[in-house]
């Protein structure tokens, strides 16, 4: 559903002429980034800085760059954004504020979270308090610093600057401006070698290579406070690592440049570490009545155990793996309890151990000796068993926070292992993107009346009870009745294809199957009149196609019945003493058309507009033709169905069944094609598998949707256009699989930029003449189903 600009008018005056106009070359950019919720505030937020008094800089560049900041971690913290403007004007000038808005795309993108970036407006709001004169040249160098800083160094840095130069303000433009030897000896200490956004990618490809599936990924600002970061951990089936991490030096600062490990390799090795747990455990490990040590036992074998099982299918990642453990001197006792479990790690990973101490070869050997690695409990069993025996050993007592803190930077803090459960992929990705169903219950009537909250919620109530029948009241007047209110299906769940990622997001959107509309039946009456010549032209072709019962097929060796006449010139040609033809027999063939059709029409607001030179609109002409295909459906006796569809965002999908396979084609369905209106969006993947539910359920050979549309797959809570053509073309993929094929028409002139990449080359007509779409409709059926 376009969004036009003319709609927020009122507002549109109160900005200045320069903004106007900028706004007015700018809005097609911003209606792509936007959900019609987003562009209500990207205008009031122009406003409200214009009404700031702080000069036409600051709303030109807002205007300018929200778009692009929206792309980058999405218009919900343009509202924070704006209240942080608004706070800060009394602290800076116009110019500041100008920077920080321009500034606000590029922070954007190097931090690529929202939370992460309201943490960086809380970084802007330290250095306002602390050092005003700062913040410009700060701003003015921040690709440098994001570039080499995480968040947290960023933070540190700025704190550091604060401290140092509180009373001096040359020294802080000289230290944020990265003039000051104290700027940069700071900078380089808390640079990192590799930042998580700068590998992202290349990270999911390689996953994605070496597993053959999708995990999910996640940045975690472990060193926000301080210079350690954190622990790789999986929750909710996401793997979260570090947001950078330098390169490995195994033996300190003395490493060779060769013996050090790129942190890109660092990267890799956590997330495989990360990714073997996924895969190798299915079922959680209880974790009651265990002491801390006996718990630490046990992940190490358990770290062990997913790595063995990763190394079988994968035999590099040992090296990989070793080369992030610590190495220790194996004549020097261990001293805690965690040095000698961090020896475990590494003794257990090595295929031929030579730590000599006897605890660790007993527990090597016990590891190596059991066949079957499939189940966590094996590390369940050997952990108890060894950790009795470390309980001998001479070592102070174990201390959970400060001796279990296994030296291996790749490995994780083992959460998963008592928490994990059975990986499920559809579950996964509903933890990952946290979507929620609506619960819809048949509740008695006592319920209803005693325990609701709100007898008439909306469609996004958390919950919904039915009653099974009609609540009346004294008068016989039922609640629909009184309130007006058309009665829904239940909701229908539906994936969505997310070509980013490449996966189906699960249960994603919702579609609604409303009852349609009636009108006068004096419409379509009118409809067939004026197109009487039409429906002449086309009466001979309709009646070629009927199926004509039995029909003999003649002239083969093997039929039903002997063919007289062929016979008869079989004994001529014997008589003759000539070679007779052996096919004499004729066989009796039931001629029928194993076909089924759904007429699925696009009915979003779009179809509401007038064609070019005519008085009439697109939702007529599509009326027009609907009757006349259905008139020549119904003469060839083939099933069809005629639904329609539109939608108000991923929960909202509303589907329309003017007309199902079972129901004749009568009075009530034309008065149906009658009311049939535009409004809303066109989300076109859902309401093709929905139209696909029904029609997979018919039992023909040979089954075809045809698409009706005036435009291309769109909807107003999303803001990729290319996102809804891809889930469209997965969705006809996914359909083809199934047996059903889709035919596209579309309306739209320019149609051919985008409609052969969803529906395929030889699957689409485009009508550059509208006004001709009754006469194509029914000849292009016929022609594509002779």
């Given at each position: 559903?376009?969004?036009?600009?003319?709609?927020?008018?009122?507002?549109?005056?109160?900005?200045?002429?320069?903004?106007?106009?900028?706004?007015?070359?700018?809005?097609?950019?911003?209606?792509?980034?936007?959900?019609?919720?987003?562009?209500?505030?990207?205008?009031?937020?122009?406003?409200?800085?214009?009404?700031?008094?702080?000069?036409?800089?600051?709303?030109?560049?807002?205007?300018?760059?929200?778009?692009?900041?929206?792309?980058?971690?999405?218009?919900?913290?343009?509202?924070?954004?704006?209240?942080?403007?608004?706070?800060?004007?009394?602290?800076?000038?116009?110019?500041?504020?100008?920077?920080?808005?321009?500034?606000?795309?590029?922070?954007?993108?190097?931090?690529?979270?929202?939370?992460?970036?309201?943490?960086?407006?809380?970084?802007?709001?330290?250095?306002?308090?602390?050092?005003?004169?700062?913040?410009?040249?700060?701003?003015?160098?921040?690709?440098?610093?994001?570039?080499?800083?995480?968040?947290?160094?960023?933070?540190?840095?700025?704190?550091?600057?604060?401290?140092?130069?509180?009373?001096?303000?040359?020294?802080?433009?000289?230290?944020?401006?990265?003039?000051?030897?104290?700027?940069?000896?700071?900078?380089?200490?808390?640079?990192?070698?590799?930042?998580?956004?700068?590998?992202?990618?290349?990270?999911?490809?390689?996953?994605?290579?070496?597993?053959?599936?999708?995990?999910?990924?996640?940045?975690?600002?472990?060193?926000?406070?301080?210079?350690?970061?954190?622990?790789?951990?999986?929750?909710?089936?996401?793997?979260?690592?570090?947001?950078?991490?330098?390169?490995?030096?195994?033996?300190?600062?003395?490493?060779?440049?060769?013996?050090?490990?790129?942190?890109?390799?660092?990267?890799?090795?956590?997330?495989?570490?990360?990714?073997?747990?996924?895969?190798?455990?299915?079922?959680?490990?209880?974790?009651?009545?265990?002491?801390?040590?006996?718990?630490?036992?046990?992940?190490?074998?358990?770290?062990?155990?997913?790595?063995?099982?990763?190394?079988?299918?994968?035999?590099?990642?040992?090296?990989?793996?070793?080369?992030?453990?610590?190495?220790?001197?194996?004549?020097?006792?261990?001293?805690?309890?965690?040095?000698?479990?961090?020896?475990?790690?590494?003794?257990?990973?090595?295929?031929?151990?030579?730590?000599?101490?006897?605890?660790?070869?007993?527990?090597?050997?016990?590891?190596?000796?059991?066949?079957?690695?499939?189940?966590?409990?094996?590390?369940?069993?050997?952990?108890?068993?060894?950790?009795?025996?470390?309980?001998?050993?001479?070592?102070?007592?174990?201390?959970?926070?400060?001796?279990?803190?296994?030296?291996?930077?790749?490995?994780?803090?083992?959460?998963?292992?008592?928490?994990?459960?059975?990986?499920?992929?559809?579950?996964?990705?509903?933890?990952?993107?946290?979507?929620?169903?609506?619960?819809?219950?048949?509740?008695?009537?006592?319920?209803?009346?005693?325990?609701?909250?709100?007898?008439?919620?909306?469609?996004?109530?958390?919950?919904?009870?039915?009653?099974?029948?009609?609540?009346?009241?004294?008068?016989?007047?039922?609640?629909?009745?009184?309130?007006?209110?058309?009665?829904?299906?239940?909701?229908?769940?539906?994936?969505?294809?997310?070509?980013?990622?490449?996966?189906?997001?699960?249960n994603w959107v919702t579609v609604l199957e409303r009852h349609p509309p009636v009108r006068e039946l004096e419409i379509i009456e009118n409809i067939i009149a004026d197109n009487k010549p039409l429906i002449s032209r086309l009466k001979f072709l309709i009646e070629s196609m009927v199926p004509q019962g039995m029909q003999r097929i003649r002239h083969v060796e093997d039929g039903d019945e002997i063919d007289i006449n062929a016979a008869v010139r079989a004994m001529i040609d014997i008589r003759m003493g000539q070679q007779p033809d052996p096919r004499i027999m004729m066989r009796n063939k039931r001629k029928l058309r194993e076909l089924a059709v759904m007429v699925l029409l696009d009915m979003s607001e779009s179809s509401n507009d007038k064609v070019r030179g005519h008085d009439y609109t697109v939702m007529d002409l599509t009326r027009t033709a609907t009757v006349l295909f259905a008139d020549a459906l119904d003469r060839i006796g083939d099933p069809f169905a005629i639904h329609g569809f539109c939608s108000d965002g991923r929960h909202d999908v509303h589907y329309h069944r003017f007309k199902d396979f079972d129901q004749p084609y009568g009075d009530l369905v034309k008065a149906r094609l009658a009311g049939m209106k535009g409004h809303l969006s066109t989300r076109m993947g859902a309401a093709l598998r929905h139209a696909g539910h029904y029609l997979a359920q018919q039992p023909k050979s040979k089954r075809v949707i045809f698409v009706i549309t005036d435009g291309e797959p769109s909807d107003n809570d999303v803001r990729d256009p290319q996102y809804l053509r891809h889930d469209t073309k997965?969705?006809?993929?996914?359909?083809?699989?199934?047996?059903?094929?889709?035919?596209?028409?579309?309306?739209?002139?320019?149609?051919?930029?985008?409609?052969?990449?969803?529906?395929?080359?030889?699957?689409?007509?485009?009508?550059?003449?509208?006004?001709?779409?009754?006469?194509?409709?029914?000849?292009?059926?016929?022609?594509?189903?002779?």
């Amino acid at each position: 559903m376009a969004i036009h600009l003319e709609e927020f008018q009122e507002l549109l005056d109160e900005l200045p002429g320069g903004a106007q106009e900028l706004l007015r070359a700018s809005w097609n950019e911003a209606a792509r980034a936007f959900t019609p919720r987003g562009l209500d505030n990207y205008i009031k937020g122009a406003v409200a800085l214009h009404h700031l008094g702080r000069g036409e800089d600051l709303v030109v560049g807002f205007i300018q760059s929200m778009p692009e900041l929206a792309r980058g971690v999405g218009e919900e913290v343009l509202p924070d954004l704006v209240n942080f403007l608004l706070s800060m004007a009394s602290k800076t000038s116009g110019h500041v504020l100008a920077l920080i808005v321009g500034t606000a795309p590029l922070a954007a993108q190097r931090l690529g979270d929202a939370d992460l970036f309201g943490s960086y407006l809380k970084v802007l709001e330290i250095v306002l308090a602390q050092v005003p004169r700062g913040l410009r040249p700060m701003l003015e160098n921040l690709d440098r610093l994001l570039t080499q800083l995480t968040l947290g160094g960023l933070r540190r840095w700025v704190q550091w600057g604060a401290q140092a130069y509180r009373s001096d303000f040359d020294g802080q433009v000289a230290y944020f401006s990265l003039q000051s030897p104290d700027a940069l000896a700071v900078l380089q200490q808390e640079r990192k070698g590799t930042l998580f956004v700068d590998i992202q990618r290349r990270l999911n490809i390689y996953q994605r290579a070496m597993w053959g599936r999708d995990f999910f990924l996640r940045p975690t600002a472990g060193d926000y406070e301080n210079r350690e970061a954190l622990k790789p951990y999986i929750e909710h089936y996401v793997i979260h690592i570090a947001d950078a991490y330098d390169d490995y030096k195994p033996l300190g600062p003395d490493t060779a440049p060769e013996q050090c490990v790129p942190a890109l390799e660092i990267y890799r090795a956590a997330a495989n570490h990360c990714a073997a747990h996924l895969v190798f455990t299915q079922q959680p490990l209880s974790m009651q009545m265990l002491h801390p040590a006996q718990m630490a036992v046990i992940e190490v074998f358990e770290d062990a155990r997913v790595e063995e099982l990763a190394i079988r299918q994968f035999p590099n990642m040992r090296e990989a793996w070793l080369a992030l453990h610590p190495v220790f001197d194996d004549a020097r006792e261990p001293q805690s309890v965690g040095e000698l479990l961090d020896r475990l790690a590494r003794a257990l990973l090595e295929a031929q151990s030579r730590d000599p101490h006897p605890w660790v070869r007993e527990a090597v050997a016990a590891f190596r000796a059991q066949d079957d690695l499939s189940s966590n409990q094996t590390s369940w069993n050997l952990g108890i068993d060894l950790s009795h025996k470390l309980f001998e050993l001479p070592l102070p007592e174990f201390n959970s926070r400060t001796d279990h803190r296994l030296s291996a930077i790749y490995r994780d803090d083992n959460r998963a292992v008592w928490q994990l459960e059975e990986y499920d992929e559809a579950q996964a990705l509903e933890a990952t993107w946290q979507t929620r169903q609506q619960v819809r219950k048949k509740v008695s009537l006592m319920e209803m009346v005693n325990e609701v909250d709100n007898e008439f919620a909306g469609d996004d109530a958390q919950e919904v009870w039915e009653l099974p029948t009609e609540y009346l009241f004294d008068d016989g007047v039922s609640i629909n009745e009184l309130e007006g209110r058309p009665p829904i299906s239940e909701p229908f769940h539906y994936p969505e294809w997310d070509y980013q990622i490449q996966l189906d997001r699960p249960n994603w959107v919702t579609v609604l199957e409303r009852h349609p509309p009636v009108r006068e039946l004096e419409i379509i009456e009118n409809i067939i009149a004026d197109n009487k010549p039409l429906i002449s032209r086309l009466k001979f072709l309709i009646e070629s196609m009927v199926p004509q019962g039995m029909q003999r097929i003649r002239h083969v060796e093997d039929g039903d019945e002997i063919d007289i006449n062929a016979a008869v010139r079989a004994m001529i040609d014997i008589r003759m003493g000539q070679q007779p033809d052996p096919r004499i027999m004729m066989r009796n063939k039931r001629k029928l058309r194993e076909l089924a059709v759904m007429v699925l029409l696009d009915m979003s607001e779009s179809s509401n507009d007038k064609v070019r030179g005519h008085d009439y609109t697109v939702m007529d002409l599509t009326r027009t033709a609907t009757v006349l295909f259905a008139d020549a459906l119904d003469r060839i006796g083939d099933p069809f169905a005629i639904h329609g569809f539109c939608s108000d965002g991923r929960h909202d999908v509303h589907y329309h069944r003017f007309k199902d396979f079972d129901q004749p084609y009568g009075d009530l369905v034309k008065a149906r094609l009658a009311g049939m209106k535009g409004h809303l969006s066109t989300r076109m993947g859902a309401a093709l598998r929905h139209a696909g539910h029904y029609l997979a359920q018919q039992p023909k050979s040979k089954r075809v949707i045809f698409v009706i549309t005036d435009g291309e797959p769109s909807d107003n809570d999303v803001r990729d256009p290319q996102y809804l053509r891809h889930d469209t073309k997965h969705a006809i993929e996914q359909l083809a699989r199934q047996g059903i094929t889709v035919y596209a028409l579309s309306l739209d002139p320019h149609a051919d930029q985008y409609v052969s990449r969803i529906f395929g080359a030889k699957n689409f007509t485009v009508i550059d003449q509208v006004e001709r779409l009754p006469e194509k409709l029914p000849m292009l059926y016929m022609n594509l189903t002779r």
